[in-house]
Nanobody
Framework: VQLQASGGGLVQPGGSLRLSCAAS????????MGWYRQAPGKQRELVAD???????NYVDSVKGRFTISRDNTKNTVTLQMNSLKPEDTAVYYC?????????WGQGTLVTVSS
């Protein structure tokens, strides 16, 4: 099982980034997919998730700015992040859930700073 996250980097406040997670070794269509983040000194938190049938959910702090989507033909989940703020700085992790299993990617660093 591999969840390969990419797309992180340094961006100025107000900018945009697009994170992608490529999954292999799982039956992607059956998995609920999510993006989590962990800022220095803080607990990991859910940012957004998308169920296997396409229902989406966002943490309040990113509503209207982030969009999660999935492509079941390419086994990928993406997180489009717009209007980024310094408080969005964190390591972002891809997650795949097919109960009772929960799998994590290696994380990609997003830094929002001028």
């Amino acid at each position: 099982v591999q969840l390969q996250a990419s797309g992180g980097g340094l961006v100025q406040p107000g900018g945009s980034l697009r994170l992608s997670c490529a999954a292999s070794g799982i039956i992607f269509n059956f998995n609920d997919m999510g993006w989590y983040r962990q800022a220095p000194g803080k607990q990991r938190e859910l940012v957004a998730d998308i169920s296997h049938f396409g229902r989406v959910n966002y943490v309040d702090s990113v509503k209207g700015r982030f969009t999660i989507s999935r492509d079941n033909t390419k086994n990928t989940v993406t997180l489009q992040m717009n209007s980024l703020k310094p408080e969005d700085t964190a390591v972002y992790y891809c997650n795949a859930v097919l109960k009772p299993f929960s799998r994590w990617g290696q994380g990609t660093l997003v830094t929002v700073s001028s």
